[in-house]
């Protein structure tokens, strides 16, 4: 496990308010009730959280990348972790992009962005994880990676985004298997806390040329 890897799991930050639990993803709606009934409407796209508000409308947000921060509710050992949404930022202070096929043989583009001076890291798992870091300084965000946990980038941010391209290989054995992404972003100039970004969930495909192109 890579340095920043660990830095990223050990270490945390002061909340938002005591107990909150802080998430950067794509808000989605629930599509129907659900066996744990305590109030989930919505749900952070690839990272089996759940959310549920009093006092945010979170039909507002749908489709978006935002924070949110709230305490997690959840009763039930068996159900997904629920945030109770008490804050929302949007868009979030760090976001993941990607673009090409997700197939074997193919390229495939991560972006950490917004751009401006700072640091990015982006790690790479094979199972989904939750383990709330902070939502302040030095950390921000919950990590949403599994324990097998890989660092497949990182480095320093300009007036762009941070980015790496990297080639899916030819191999069939591939085809099905399901991994996440997720990445950090630091302002560097003065010195921030690091912000967690949304994940991305993929199930690498078949290869089917030509390839996506990855020009975003």
């Known amino acids: 496990m890579q340095r920043a890897a660990i830095f990223l799991l050990l270490c945390g930050g002061p909340t938002w308010a005591q107990g909150n639990v802080c998430v950067a993803g794509r808000v989605q709606p629930l599509p129907g009730p659900t066996i744990c009934m305590q109030g989930e409407t919505h ?22 990348i935002v924070e949110v921060a709230g305490p997690d509710v959840n009763a039930f050992p068996t159900c997904p972790p629920l945030i109770d949404v008490t804050q929302v930022q949007s868009p979030a202070p760090s976001i ?12 495939i583009k991560f972006k950490v962005c ?23 300084f030095p950390i921000d965000g919950t990590l949403l990676l599994g324990p097998s946990l890989f660092q497949i980038g990182s480095g320093f941010i300009g007036a762009s985004c941070g980015e790496v391209t990297l080639q899916i290989p030819c191999v069939n054995s591939l085809v099905g298997a399901q991994v996440w992404v997720q990445g950090a972003r630091q302002d560097i100039g003065p010195v921030g806390p690091v912000h967690l970004t949304n994940p991305v969930s993929l199930t690498i495909s078949p290869f089917l040329p030509p390839c996506a192109p990855t020009n975003c």
């Open 114 to 136: 917004p751009g401006g001076l700072g640091a990015w890291w982006l790690f790479l798992s094979t199972s989904p994880g939750y383990v709330p870091l902070g939502c302040g």
């Open 96 to 107: 993941l992009e990607w673009c090409g096929s997700g197939s074997t043989c193919c390229p």
């Open 43 to 64: 749900e952070i796209e690839g990272a089996g959280v759940w959310l549920k508000s009093g006092v945010v409308d979170l039909n507002l947000y749908n489709g978006q």
